[in-house]
């Protein structure tokens, strides 16, 4: 699936991934290729991209909030302080503060 992430300052992230997690407001849910379409509003925390690969991925400045998980280098963590995510035809679109 892909996703992006915005921001009001930019793009953060904007790639295909395997898998995410993010703070929902009743809780913590993870969202894979082909979930059903959802809209959710976001609490602060930390929001887990899972990609296959860090290879195709450019982590420069604009990026700079993105850093790879210590103990497994296939996942990205992202705090946040609120956000609004929705996924529809596997495409994820996470707006971000």
């Not at 953060?12 to 959802?38: C, K, R």
Request: charged share 20%; hydrophobic share 45%; no cysteine.
């Amino acid at each position: 699936m892909f996703l992006e992430i915005v921001t009001p300052e930019a793009i953060l992230f904007s790639s295909e991934i395997d898998s995410i997690s993010v703070p929902g407001v009743n809780g913590e849910f993870q969202m894979l290729n082909n979930h059903a379409p959802i809209v959710s509003i976001l609490k602060e925390g930390t929001v887990h991209i899972h990609v296959h690969t860090q290879e195709h991925l450019e982590l420069d400045e604009l990026s700079g909030k993105l850093v790879p998980h210590a103990d497994d280098d296939k996942v990205l963590t992202l705090a946040i302080n609120s956000g609004t995510i929705e996924m529809k035809a596997n495409k994820v679109i996470l707006l971000a503060d």
